[in-house]
């Protein structure tokens, strides 16, 4: 249920709702609003009724049903876009942000020359994976905490934010002591457990679509996380498998405009994993910023003949300042900046 309160409400009307929300059994989620500030009373749906009768409360304009199976990640529990902030820069603006980096931290010299080239870009946040979520228990499973201290390094270097995925609730603790976005992988996108524990944490959270995950299902997984807490949920669409081999997977450009309308999360496009080869990137990330992406995570490596893992999908450091370039001005004709 929604609670709306008048926009001449006092903060001890609003106090007074929450508590009447909680000595209910609910959850209270207030969202703070330009005009009138607004309650997400979530929980048990059983007890709507009871919820109904806080209409009567000074200060409450209506209390109006939730119709959408997730609630926080709505809409219509927040028409306005959400923003998260990680040290200067800014998800969800109208700035465009792109995640940049390679698939495994490998060695220092390796994250550190993809730091400085990812920077010089102008790409906002390194990312690199130290912890892999890989299909062979004989690939490279990754650098573990030597490799967040490696990202750290690079941060130290060159003022980027880092964000590094997490595949186990065991590895919070150590992954959030370093990085400043935590991601959960498509393979973990219904792990209920571990949402549920990194929506205890204080640091935004990356959320990528599961390869065989529907919309609908991908907004429960966002809730699961919001209604623990954490309001910085960051959502990234990967591709999804369909009957075509051509590509590693489809890359599913409607979920961008579909989401926009569903949600006040921000939206990321992932070019890289959706379509598994290089030469791909650069058409799939301009048509994700055509389509009103927030954002793009993009793979790069200084040699990606070298990778240990996602070579054949990582641009080169000058392919990927070119692409930069580019992307500038089809983010213009987008109303957006980069
Ligand atoms: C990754 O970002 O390196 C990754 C493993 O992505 P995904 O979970 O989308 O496959
Ligand atoms: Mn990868």
């Known amino acids: 249920m929604i609670i709306v309160m008048s926009p001449r409400a006092t903060a001890a009307q609003l106090q007074h709702v929450i508590e009447r929300i909680e000595a209910l059994g609910y959850h209270a989620h207030v ?87 990812v920077k010089r870009a102008g790409a906002q946040i390194l990312r690199g994976g130290a912890y892999k979520p890989r299909t062979s228990p004989y690939s490279f499973q990754g650098m573990e905490e030597e490799g967040l201290k490696l990202l750290a390094e690079a941060r130290e270097a060159t003022g980027l934010p880092i964000i590094t995925e997490v595949m186990n609730p065991r590895e919070i603790e150590i992954i959030e002591r370093y990085t400043d976005i935590i991601q959960i992988g498509a393979r973990n996108v219904q792990n209920f457990s571990l949402l549920k524990e990194v929506g205890q944490c204080r ?31 960051i959502l990234c669409e990967r591709g999804i498998r369909t009957f075509e081999t051509a590509t590693r997977n489809t890359l599913d450009l409607s979920a961008i405009p579909v989401l926009q309308g569903e949600t006040h999360l921000p939206v990321v496009v992932d070019p890289s994993h959706a379509t598994g080869h290089w030469r791909l990137v650069p058409p799939m990330a301009k048509a994700a910023v055509a389509a009103g992406a927030d954002g793009l995570m993009i793979e790069v490596h200084p040699h990606p003949e070298e990778a240990l893992s996602d070579g054949p999908q990582a641009l080169k450091p000058e392919r990927f300042i070119h692409l930069m370039e580019e992307l500038r001005r089809f983010a213009e004709v987008a109303g957006r900046t980069l």
């Open 203 to 233: 640091k935004p959270i990356f959320l990528k679509r599961g390869m065989s995950t529907t919309i609908s299902e991908f907004l429960l997984s966002a809730e699961y996380i919001l209604s623990q807490g954490n309001r910085d949920v």
């Open 31 to 117: 969202i703070h609003g330009s005009e009138r500030n607004v309650v997400g009373a979530v929980g048990d749906e059983r007890g709507k009724f009871q919820l109904q009768s806080l209409e009567s409360l000074p200060g409450v304009d209506s209390v109006v049903p939730i119709l959408k199976p997730y609630k926080l990640a709505s809409k219509e529990v927040k028409a306005e876009k959400s923003i998260i902030t990680v040290g200067h820069v800014k998800i969800g603006g109208p700035r465009l942000v792109v995640m940049a980096g390679p698939c495994s931290v490998e060695s220092r010299e390796q994250v550190m020359e993809t730091a400085e080239v």
